[in-house]
Nanobody, 125 residues
């Protein structure tokens, strides 16, 4: 049974930074695509904002491109999301996602995800 555990959320002022962690998980090795999701603005559904394929290729939603960086440390079996230049509109619950299908597609909905973490809250004021 795969368990994904996020940490690193919290409250920060606009312009600040946070780093989210997800792990340890064996999904960081092997052929799995992993990513970070948050709620679609104005909707209850989650959408992918950053994904990393098993070969290290990364893709980002336009809303976070240039500010957020997804990475992983295979030795620590941990996935990260470095969030810089945070804005109030980044306030949300952030979820680690494992086994994301169609990693190269560019748009990711909840239906694409095999495993979820419980989420970590990020609040930007």
């Amino acid at each position: 049974d795969v368990q994904l555990v996020e940490s690193g959320g919290g409250s920060v002022q606009a312009g600040g930074s946070l780093r989210l962690s997800c792990g340890p998980t064996g999904l960081t090795s092997g052929t799995y695509c992993m990513g970070w999701f948050r709620r679609t603005p104005g909707k209850a559904a989650r959408e992918g904002i950053a994904v990393m394929d098993s070969d290290g290729t990364t893709r980002y939603a336009e809303s976070v491109k240039g500010r957020f960086t997804i990475s992983k440390d295979v030795a620590k079996s941990t996935l990260y999301l470095q969030m810089n230049s945070l804005k109030p509109e980044d306030t949300d619950m952030y979820y680690c996602a494992g086994d994301v299908i169609d990693c190269g597609g560019g748009h990711y909905t909840e239906a694409f995800v095999g495993f979820w973490g419980q989420g970590t809250q990020v609040t930007v004021s």
